[in-house]
């Protein structure tokens, strides 16, 4: 514990969910300084001022702190970062600083955040964060009340009612979501929170879905598999991690005072959780948790790509029996999920078939895999392609969208390229490739080009 009444804290980067951290810090240490890292957040600067919170937009001396508190993609080179590892000054995450926020608050007399009678569920992973958590919440809240915060919003799943959108799901997101739980004067049983890059070591059960296709973060200086590794490393003492086993793997020895429940999204006996079987068919879900065993079936589904949903499929059922739900529950919520949206799900619009995988997570990879799963349609194919990259942190990478174009543009009746970043592949000779603002836009456009039976492929990285 890093954080107490007399500390002198200095929150970096208000981009990234700085601002909530630095306003509920104010509430329990002795002064906070935030700073903008990036030059982004100037108006809301005196805000923050006149809230008793000091602000900067320039690196200040470290000396003047006892703890930092940066996110775990900060360029480590930023000066006061530099400055706190040469002087042994301590430097927290944003994600363990919500988690002692969680904590401190939780515990505190008079708190309205009283969450030790409740599950705290926190997912993390390269891939199928959303999904998994969407499917969970479907399994979880057939047995208990459950709210959930992912990219699509923080949802009460005992009404269906979004309570609040436009969060992001940095760990700041968690406090920003839970606001939202209690003025809305919900008292859930499980809170399932998505959270990028780690943990934040507060959670009853952590998941951590995948590491596979790792990216650099901080400046190059790391790997994102790396800060995920914080879901292990932040754990508290008896409380449960629902892991990947290629996570298991890459992380070598675990800890022993923790219950780790492993799972695989392929065939592999030698995982608690694993495939027996998965086609695009359908599959079956063996499961050997003590002396719980059984199987899970999935059917086929034409509303979406199972394979798409293969590591939620297994993920989401691991974390359910590690919770003790019933097994027809978890079954019944299998067979009855329709997909999630933007998640590889197929649907019609206007006598056309839409199948809708934009999502913050999609990149080139998933665009070629929902081109492939679009073919067996029979249709002429309409691609919307590429970004709204005010809303993500890592765009879509324009050298991939040139190679994508370079190797399918045959196989489309025509490509509408979205974001700024796509328009020098919009050539006034190539009449198969059009220009739209954003994702509505581009699907505008795509109605307007195709007929009845006709294929919309919807694939732009979005926050939703």
Same mark, same amino acid.
């Given at each position: ?56 937009q320039s690196p200040l001396n470290v000396d003047d702190f006892d703890v930092l508190i940066a996110p775990v ?84 799943w005992s009404t269906g009612r979004i309570i609040k959108k436009g ?57 994102? $598999?790396?800060?995920? !590794?914080?879901? *292990?490393? &932040?754990?508290?003492? #008896? ?7 290629? /996570? +298991? ?98 649907? $019609?619009?206007?006598? !056309?078939?839409? *199948?809708? &995988?934009?999502?913050? #997570? ?7 895999? /929902? +081109? ?93």
């Open positions: 514990m890093y954080i107490n009444s007399s500390s002198r804290v200095a929150v970096l980067d208000l981009t990234h969910g700085g601002i909530v951290l630095s306003r509920k810090l104010k509430k329990l240490v002795r002064s906070v300084t935030a700073i903008d890292v990036y030059n982004t957040i100037t108006e809301v600067l005196d805000e923050l001022e006149n809230e008793g919170i000091t602000t900067a993609h900060l360029d480590p080179d930023y000066p006061m970062l530099r400055d706190a590892v040469n002087k042994n000054i301590p430097v927290l995450s944003h994600h363990a600083a919500a988690g002692q926020i969680l904590s401190a608050f939780s515990s505190a007399p008079q708190s309205n955040y009283d969450l030790r009678d409740k599950t705290i569920i926190e997912i993390t992973g390269t891939k199928a964060k959303t999904s998994t958590s969407i499917l969970l919440a479907e399994m979880l809240s057939r047995e208990k009340k459950v709210i959930s915060h992912t990219s699509q919003g923080v949802k009460d969060l992001s799901i940095t760990p700041a997101s968690t406090l920003s979501a839970l606001d939202a739980v209690l003025e809305a004067g919900i008292e859930p049983e499980v809170v399932i929170f998505e959270i990028s890059l780690g943990g934040t070591g507060f959670a009853n059960i952590g998941v951590i879905t995948t590491v596979a296709n790792d990216y650099p973060i901080a400046n190059n200086t790391r790997m994102a $598999s790396e800060a995920k !590794r914080q879901m *292990i490393l &932040n754990a508290k003492t #008896g409380s449960s991690l629902v892991v990947n086993y290629d /996570a +298991l793997r890459l992380f070598g020895a675990c800890r022993r005072d923790i219950n780790i429940i492993s799972f695989t999204d392929t065939v592999n006996a030698s995982c608690n959780v694993y495939y027996e079987d998965i086609s695009s068919k359908g599959g079956v879900i063996a499961y050997y948790l003590g002396k719980r065993q059984g199987r899970i079936h999935i059917p086929e589904n034409p509303g979406y790509d199972i394979d798409s949903y293969k590591t939620a499929f297994v993920c989401a059922t691991a974390v359910a029996l590690a919770m003790d739900i019933d097994d027809d529950a978890i079954d019944r919520s299998i067979r009855e999920f329709r997909g999630a949206e933007g998640r590889m799900r197929k649907t $019609s619009l206007q006598g !056309r078939v839409l *199948i809708d &995988n934009s999502n913050s #997570g999609m990149d080139i990879h998933t665009a070629e895999k /929902a +081109l492939l799963y679009s073919k067996p349609e029979g249709g002429r194919i309409v691609m919307v392609l590429g970004e709204e990259a005010q809303q993500v942190c890592e765009g879509l990478d324009p050298g991939g969208v040139a190679d994508f174009i370079d190797r399918h543009q045959s196989e489309l009746r025509a490509l509408v390229l979205v974001g700024e970043r796509m328009l020098p592949f919009v050539q006034d000779n190539v009449k198969s490739i059009y220009y739209a603002d954003n994702l509505s836009c581009g699907i505008e456009l795509a109605i307007q080009l195709t007929n009845e039976k006709d294929i919309i492929l919807s694939c732009v990285k979005c926050f939703r």
